[in-house]
C-alpha cells in the first residue's frame, strides 16, 4: 500500500476528481479537501501551472452524510468515459 504522500507524488500530474458531500462525517469533507489541495500544490511545484484537479462538492445526506445520490454516481461515471475517450 502506499502512503498518502506517495499517492500525492503518484496523482499530482494526473486528472483526478473527487465527490464529496458538504457534510460527510464518515471520510471528512475538510480531510477531502486538504488532500486536493495537497495534490495541487505538488502538481505545481512539478511546474503544472493548472494542475487537472478538481473537488466536486454536493449536499450531504444519508447516515453521517455520507451518502450518494444516483445523479452523482452518473456524473462520475460520464467523467471517467470523457477521460478515457481523451486517452485513446
Known amino acids: ?25 464518515r471520510i471528512g469533507t475538510g480531510e477531502v479537501f486538504d488532500f486536493m489541495r495537497k495534490l ?11 494542475p487537472p484537479h478538481e473537488m466536486v462538492m454536493y449536499s450531504s445526506f ?11 454516481f452518473q456524473d462520475g461515471a460520464a467523467w471517467l468515459r470523457d477521460m478515457m475517450k481523451d486517452s485513446v
Open 1 to 25: 500500500w502506499l502512503g498518502r504522500e506517495e499517492v500525492v507524488e503518484v496523482l499530482s500530474g494526473k486528472s483526478v476528481r473527487c465527490y464529496v458531500g458538504n457534510r460527510d462525517e
Open 40 to 50: 495541487a500544490d505538488r502538481g505545481y511545484e512539478k511546474g503544472i501551472r493548472s
Open 62 to 72: 444519508g447516515k453521517g452524510g455520507h451518502g450518494t445520490p444516483d445523479h452523482i
